[in-house]
């Protein structure tokens, strides 16, 4: 049961450029989204979210936008560097803010080359 | 910046021992998580503790898990008798009242042979 879909298990881009990353959501009853960061051997880093009041959220180089009618979210990542390589996941919860159990996608692995 | 941390970074047991994993939360969280991620597959949630009870809990989290905060300060899971499949990454996390993302520790790796 995949309540939150991370469809591209794998993206690549040059430095410099915009990265889309891309999250899909089942559950109707998620009202608060985070994407977190994954470097190996390391927990997840949080980078950003968004309550579901809103359709953007922006802070330095990420933004996330909601599209609450298609239970879609993104994450650009401009400019994009290379430090920017790791493990992306969506996640998702129903209790209007991060307190409660977050469902989470399987990731999307970026990697962007020099 | 304080930081969630978890020990042992990795724990190698034989299958139907009983493993304690420890996590020391960062000192003004007040909720506590547990989840793990399976080798290739999502991060999953386990257990949520506040107020010295269990909150929540997952189908994961049968008969055989637990999980304290005997003095606390330490939070910890415990397997009574661990499965292969048991074998996994798991997190520890926290969060303040009323905060807008919970801080996960780097994990420990339990194989269970």
């Known amino acids: 049961d995949q309540q939150v879909k991370q469809n591209s298990p794998s993206l690549s881009v040059q430095e410099g450029r915009i990265s889309i990353l891309n999250c899909d959501y089942t559950?109707?009853?998620?009202?608060?989204f985070l994407w977190y960061k994954k470097y190996p051997a390391e927990g997840p880093t949080f980078l950003i979210s968004i309550s579901s009041i809103k359709d953007k959220n922006e802070d330095g180089r990420f933004t996330v936008f909601l599209n609450k009618s298609a239970k879609h979210l993104s994450l650009h990542i401009v400019p994009s560097q290379p430090g920017d390589s790791a493990v992306y996941f969506c996640a998702a919860s129903r209790y209007g803010g991060s307190q409660g159990n977050l469902i989470f996608g399987k990731g999307t692995k970026l990697s962007v080359k020099p | 910046e304080p930081e969630v941390t978890q020990t042992p970074s990795h724990q190698v047991t034989q299958m139907g021992q009983e493993v304690i994993l420890r996590c020391v939360p960062i000192?003004?969280?007040?909720?506590f998580y547990w989840y793990r991620q399976i080798l290739g597959q999502k991060v999953e949630f386990l257990v949520s503790?506040?107020?010295?009870?269990?909150?929540?809990k997952s189908e994961i989290f049968d008969d055989q898990f637990s999980v304290e905060r005997p003095d606390g300060s330490n939070f910890t899971l415990k397997i009574r008798s661990t499965k292969l499949e048991d074998s996994a990454m798991y997190f520890c996390?926290?969060?303040?009242?009323?905060?807008?993302?919970?801080?996960f520790g780097p994990g420990t790796r339990l194989t269970v042979l």
């Open positions: 503790f506040y107020n010295n009870e269990i909150s929540e």
């Open positions: 559950n109707s009853m998620f009202d608060y």
């Open positions: 000192s003004n969280h007040l909720y």
């Open positions: 996390a926290g969060e303040t009242s009323g905060a807008t993302t919970q801080y």
